[in-house]
Nanobody, 116 residues
Framework: QVQLVESGGGLVQPGGSLRLSCAASGSISSWYSMGWYRQAPGSERELVAQIARVGSTNYADSVKGRFTISRDNAKKTVYLQMNNLKPEDTAVYYC??????????WGQGTQVTVSS
């Protein structure tokens, strides 16, 4: 079983930056995708960014050019660098890990609020 712990959320002004971290514990040897999703009040959870085991990345159109996903295999940690944040980026951000023959693993979520 995989446990995911997110950190790095908070309150930031428009145009500011935040870096989210997601540390995984437990066995993730069969993982093939790690990613970040977000959910704003009254909205469905949506994909923000995803990184495959082979290293390819995928971003929502709304964050392309502003957000960067990366990982540190040795630390079993995935990061989301968020620059030029906008009020519409306000949401709870969730870490996700997908592994072969295993249900998706989710973190508890971290709040990101972009407001002046």
């Amino acid at each position: 079983q995989v446990q995911l712990v997110e950190s790095g959320g908070g309150l930031v002004q428009p145009g500011g930056s935040l870096r989210l971290s997601c540390a995984a514990s437990g066995s993730i040897s069969s993982w093939y995708s790690m990613g970040w999703y977000r959910q704003a009040p009254g909205s469905e959870r949506e994909l923000v960014a995803q990184i495959a085991r082979v290293g390819s990345t995928n971003y929502a159109d709304s964050v392309k050019g502003r957000f960067t996903i990366s990982r540190d295999n040795a630390k079993k940690t995935v990061y989301l660098q968020m620059n030029n944040l906008k009020p519409e980026d306000t949401a709870v951000y969730y870490c996700n890990v997908r592994a072969i023959a295993t249900p998706d693993s989710w973190g508890q979520g971290t709040q990101v609020t972009v407001s002046s």
